[in-house]
């Protein structure tokens, strides 16, 4: 009876006889399925690309290990700190940093920004010079080089490269006194603009210096950093370097990884991710409306061949589920269909770049196929599909009797 239920569901499904409202109905339900399923898939695949590009940009502009102050932002002793890690095997490069809010100016436009000065090691801990968009990174012959934030650059249209007209940092000055005048307010450095990278939720109005110039606009002495960065030989062995390193510091020593310096951005995005798929799997549900009405149209218009197959001997287990395996049949579809055109517009987006972040960039929305994305693309229109396909098969037991 299984086989005939499969057989007399399939040739309802692809019979070319039959009510062309059905048959209108029944397809409608199949491409509903089909384009919910590749809409799914590709917001999934993307954001599968945004997270390979933040962990790309994170790997660049985050250190394996951070050392910083527990008391106050400068590093205390740091001539002993920079000593312990030189003697350390499992170190490969470390570089000082100061960060601090600043206020950049140009023309007439203006904004606060996030200052990052680094020494001329820090390329070999964090790489950022790989992400340039456009320009070159500082060269450290001049202190007063800088790259620039991508977002940053575009509000204040600051032009690039060598030779290009200065804007300048204001950076209040610390302690006490009569103010008579504005240089007793802030301290103020021209600055040049030699490149521009990408910036994300972190890495926005960031401006990256040499270490000299942000000395120079907080007085602060030649030696002196607010951070220590590292780069290990070996990543996985973060946790025990961790730990040895924060031994041998003491206690004036806040010693985190890379994992435990991001865990709040990774949650924001496993969170976004999680509404996102909540949103579509909503839609799906939606969706599945569809397949609901194609199943009940289907039962008042087969109503009385029902009759007839009762008859001929069919128990009403086996008629409920021709109606069953038909929805299934247009579940499937459904989702194989749906897979197959998101992959090809996936794929067709990774070879092109045709569609774009935005307006006036030339940044491609970026697109990762991951095996992970089929099963949770599959698993979610099945088990609304088969459930709405199981449920809807059981109702209206009046249209199989012969009353």
Excluded: C
Aim: glycine share 6%; proline share 3%.
């Amino acid at each position: 009876m299984r086989n005939t239920a499969i057989y007399i569901a399939t040739r309802y499904l692809l019979a070319k006889k039959g009510s062309t409202a059905v048959t209108f109905i029944t397809w409608l339900a199949a491409l509903a399925m089909m384009v919910a399923v590749t809409a799914m898939f590709i917001i999934i695949s993307v954001f599968s690309g945004l997270e390979d590009l933040n962990q790309d940009l994170i790997a660049n502009l985050h250190a394996d290990i951070t050392l910083k102050s527990k008391q106050g932002k400068t590093l205390p002793d740091i001539d002993k700190a920079a000593k312990i890690l030189k003697s350390n095997t499992e170190i490969e490069h470390f570089s000082k940093v100061i960060e601090e809010k600043v206020y950049i100016n140009f023309r007439e436009n203006g904004d606060i920004a996030n200052l990052r000065g680094v020494d001329s090691a820090y390329i070999f801990v964090n790489p950022i010079h790989r992400n340039i968009f456009y320009g070159s990174y500082p060269s450290f012959k001049y202190s007063n080089e800088v790259l620039i934030e991508n977002k940053l650059d575009n509000r204040l249209a600051i032009p690039v490269g060598e030779g290009s007209e200065a804007a300048s940092l204001m950076m209040p000055k610390p302690g006490k006194g009569i103010i008579s005048k504005e240089e007793d307010i802030f301290n103020k450095r021209e600055i040049f603009v030699s490149g521009v990278f990408p910036g994300n939720d972190q890495l926005d109005n960031t401006i990256i210096s040499p270490i000299e110039l942000t000395r120079e606009l907080l007085d602060l002495p030649k030696n002196s950093a607010y951070q220590i960065v590292i780069k290990l030989k070996n990543p996985e062995n973060a946790d025990l370097v961790k730990q040895n390193l924060q031994n041998q510091l003491g206690n004036k020593y806040e010693v985190k990884t890379k994992a435990e310096e991001n865990a709040a951005f990774w949650k924001m995005i496993n969170t976004e991710k999680l509404f996102i798929y909540l949103i579509f799997a909503l839609v799906i549900f939606i969706t599945t409306f569809n397949l609901a009405g194609a199943i009940i149209i289907l039962q008042l218009d087969k109503k009385e061949q029902a009759k007839s197959l009762i008859s001929l001997g069919m128990n009403l287990k086996s008629l409920r589920n021709i109606y069953f395996y038909t929805g299934t049949l247009i579940v499937i579809f459904g989702i194989l269909s749906g897979l197959l055109l998101g992959t090809a517009i996936s794929y067709f987006q990774i070879e092109t770049g045709f569609f774009k972040a935005g307006a006036n960039t030339d940044l491609a929305f970026p697109v990762q196929i991951r095996f992970i994305n089929y099963l949770i693309v599959s698993a979610t229109a099945a088990v609304f599909g088969f459930g709405v396909s199981w449920f809807f098969s059981k109702i209206n037991r009046s249209y199989f009797t012969n009353n």
